[in-house]
């Protein structure tokens, strides 16, 4: 049994993650965006620690340790450079407004609380109100990449997913080890990814903007 | 029945002679912080009383309505200000209306000036009021979602029931009530014409919004104006004062002392929120127009998802 | 039970990881190829040790009778595979097209792929499975944009951006499951293993293993291609070098299709969860309409069968969501010959596309006559691949469309038609393709036609003549399914 303040932390930190997984909907420049991506690991790694507190689960600090030192900094770190090195510093476009981005992502939160709240009545408060809360940074995340066409977004919000998945996984009490192993595993891939595509699309145009790729589809006559 | 009602008085009274001074407290600080000495602190009090002995001047286009609109606006504000719980709760009027009414009073007040900035027909007032519509129409929703989260978090619309319930201990960590409270603020900036949606102290045609509504009033009407936007200042801070930092407001049926402590405590919480304020207004720059739909629009978000998020929470 | 069960178990998933390191140091190209294949007919040998020797279950690894039929489509396929890629990385040196550093780096990924695969199909737990398919996918992404061409690097990052979708839905129903099991099972790696979920899953709480089902069927079902999350898979299958076409075709998709029956199994075994039929047949029944309809258009070969695998997953996937031992008898075999058939076309395709210097279909004519063997070989295929008859896929489609009469009539004449639609527009690209007066460039082709040869025969075999062993396995299996 958990205590109200647990649960009142616990909650206070998902709460956050949703607010910043929106605060990076809103961002219209680069640096903003890769600095609230920083925010978004931190506040992860700090809800995910919290949880290793409470479950008394020490290996969750792990997962906690990972998201916060490769997430929240090198990450970040990294992306900084190459947005300096590329030159991309400027205004990110997205596809659609950000007004109706903001209305559509308000619009997922409330789906996602709908879905999660009734069925997962008696899975436990904690495991509840994560599993809501993930599903949001989750289709958050998924709304960021559909609105940005832009290479560095889109992995941001691919990890913001991650995020919104390392929550849902910290949140369902006692699950083996196997998530761990494969939330490192993704980071891994992220920025493998991460390297191998930023630096081949700029080696062959110049840019990052995925929009320009389009019209090297094979099916031109 | 007789102690509420003269708390009640006590208070509309207190609300009335302390708004001014706040307006010149916040300048006084704000002239300090940027190196000038600024005006004297009385300042308000003595321009309120010379606009008074002024003779009005009106337009020869004004209806009556340009003439009612002041009168309006301050009974309005005023009435709004007297149900806020500043240094006591159990206040007479409390029983009658809720955080809703305060709303609802208050854009009463505003549609009134914003009719009399069309009234007289100049461009001015007419910029003034569309640009004043525009705000109102993102930061009212606002308040609204600011008003359902904490009502459902206390289970009351009533603000002497909201602030005993934050003093109690049901309350906890709350993601929703930072929210709630970041968006407060947001909407109390744009409310008040504070930087960065407008600058109280510049008539600037291109910028501003509130000046340019009342830009055609004078004399009396122009004092009362003013008093209703100072006290309008202090509402605001009062409601953030007593629904997220309680501390210190008398309860009904407590003695002397207890009331004395509360307006010790109230004229703290105010000298806090006006050093606040001038820091805030003095370290950010103004925005442009096409940017208040942003700023209100994220304040908007905030308390959609404050609301939002409260589901998931504890059920207290 | 027995050790040399555990050793062939063992073994399946050691030798392509060993491989993948060793041919990662290989420097010579030709070497590697070989070897490519050698390590390929190893993993092959051992699957079929598999049908003699059975492991016990563990908390991580499982051999049953359904993965058992996967493993062993899976690992011949990919040694044909490896035949056939070591003739087409081959040309692919002379020509320039891949340096000697990307073709070791190629090799490599080609085993980590075929690891990933074997430990998809072999998991015994949701989480591990999870981790193997998405390693799979992730190779494939790398292999996709191995030519850094601009077109095959928007291929490349389509495919990952919608993979990495499906990667977060699955996990995120993968949770939920955990979630449902761990109510009844108890926290721990129990809850997460096949086995025990089956067993225990008339107790979990319908609700939560409805909604994990929606999520895996959308997360698990990107990665098989089923339409609205498909537009990845025609990109992927152009741009990538024709093997990979083939092994994503041929077995990759089937390893996510698995995923998703190893899924619905648990749902059904529950009796107040939501039925995951309608949910199958309706996604799958879409696919076949789309992609039957997409064909016409197409102007690139690969593309061209790109969407006929999405068609053909989408009729597999419709098989298993009527259910029944019929249809799911008839979609594990429709599975099997069309990862045959399919890796067959693309053995084709790849050398068809070497010889004629493109892959636009508007510019290869008459290869009856300029290639023979390449254009018979070809025709074959999409005889095949058309669902006529006497091929194994007549028997499999027709199979599913009379069980399916029985039930839904009107669901097995939209089947039935959208099947017809495919078949007009494969036979009249065959007909531009192979016959006709050849025109523009040709080189003389160097191709094996050996995998080619011996996919073919195996599927018409299988339309001709099944062995009855083959036919009671397969049977087994299906009523296990439902």
Redesign the interface.
Known sequence: MITPLAFDVAHLFAGSLVLVSFMLLYQDRMTGLVNTFALHALVVSFSVAWQAYIQQAPHLYITAAIALGIKAIVIPVVLHRMIVRLGIHRTIEPVVGVGLTMLAGIGLIALSIMVMLPITAQAGTLAREDLAFALSVILLGLLMMISRRNAVSQVIGFMSIENGLILAATGAKGMPLVVEISVAFSILVALIVIGIFLFRIRERFETVDIHLLHEHRGEQP | MMADLFVQFCEMLVVLGLAPLLAGYVRTLKARLVGRRGPPLLQPYRDLLRLIRKEVVLADSASWLFRAAPYIVFAATWVAAALVPTFATGLLFNYAADMIAIVALLASARFMLALAGLDVGTSFGGIGSSREMMIASLAEPAMVMVVFTLSLLAGSTQLSSIAAFMQGPGV?????L??ALVALIMVAIAENARIPVDNPATHLELTMVHEAMIIEYSGRHLALIELASFVKLLLYISIIGCVFAPWGIAVAGQGLEAYLVGLAVYVVKLAVAGLLLALFETAIAKMRVFRY??FL??AL??G??AT??L????IA | MNLSGELVLAAILVIPALGAGVLALVADDRKGAWLNVFISFLTFCCALALLLERPASGPFLIVDDLNAVFVIISTLVAFTTSVFSASYIAHELDTGHLTHAFLRFYHAMYQMLMFGMNLALLSNNIGLMWVAVELATLTTVVMVGIYRTPAALEAAWKYFLLGSVGIALALFGTILVYLAARAVVGEGLDAMAWDVLVANASGFDPAFLNLAFVFLLLGYGTKVGLVPLHAWLPDAHAEGPTPISAVLSGLLLNVALFAVLRFKSIMSANPAALAPGPLMVTLGLASVVFAALMLYRRQDIKRLFAYSSIEHMGIITFAFGMGGPLANFAGLLHMALHSLTKSAIFFCVGHIAQVKGTQRMADIRGLTVSHPTLGWSLGLGVLAIAGLPPMGLFMTEFLIITSTFARAPVLAIVLGVSLLIGLGALLLRLNGLAFGDPDGRSNPSKASYLPIGMHLALVFAAGIWLPPALVAWFQYVAALLS
């Open positions: 906890g960590l709350r993601v929703s930072a929210m739909s942003d629009g994220s978000m905030l959609v998802l939002l998020l589901f998931v929470s504890r």
